[in-house]
């Protein structure tokens, strides 16, 4: 099923849009607090048509991502009981209970992870709040978490370049439907650990 290829074409040319930047910086705030579109959806194309920028836009999704985390947090800290109907009717509930329980074990290093995994790392912003975890160390642990995941991505797409962006034309279906599959299998082992 060839799903993958027609979005990749149009993904491409709106990742060459003038105001691309500004849609990147508000998907990497929203997606940090409460919205389901990882950053780094437009991160790697908007790298791959202007691979010259890559750094800006990876500097860009860290700094509106952290940023996004903090308002995560003030929403856990100040207003859990309003946003919680909404983590059971999306089907969070499970993930933000194990969150729970990650912060109990390891503290810090639970934001740092969830910052540099696919794992939804609104559930952890939240839950840091909830914890009324130090804002500082918690700042510090997404600011190198977000960090290195998005600079990971940044540098990986500007390394491959025009060659990259054509042999993607090819292997993009395979690719999507294999992520798909990644992410999922990684949500199945994140809620029952």
Do not use: C
């Amino acid at each position: 099923m060839r799903l993958f290829s027609g979005l990749y074409a149009r993904v491409m040319i709106w990742a060459r849009h003038k105001y691309a930047s500004y849609w990147l910086a508000l998907v990497s705030f929203t997606e940090s607090s409460f919205f389901l579109v990882p950053p780094d959806i437009m991160l790697a194309p908007m790298t791959l048509a202007r691979p010259e920028r890559a750094w800006f836009y990876a500097g860009l999704t860290t700094i509106a991502s952290v940023l996004g985390g903090l308002l995560g947090y003030v929403i856990g800290l100040f207003a859990f009981d309003v946003v919680q109907p909404w983590l059971i009717s999306f089907g969070y509930m499970n993930a933000y209970l194990h969150a729970a329980e990650w912060f109990q074990r390891w503290g810090i290093w639970a934001v740092f992870l969830a910052g540099f995994t696919p794992i939804p790392f609104k559930i952890f912003t939240i839950a840091a709040g909830v914890a009324n975890m130090a804002l500082l160390p918690f700042v510090i642990a997404a600011f190198v978490g977000r960090g290195m995941r998005f600079f990971l991505v940044a540098g990986l797409m500007r390394w491959g370049g025009p060659e990259l962006e054509s042999s993607l034309h090819i292997w993009i279906d395979r690719l999507g439907w294999a992520t798909v599959l990644a992410l999922t299998i990684g949500y199945l082992i994140f809620i029952s650990v």
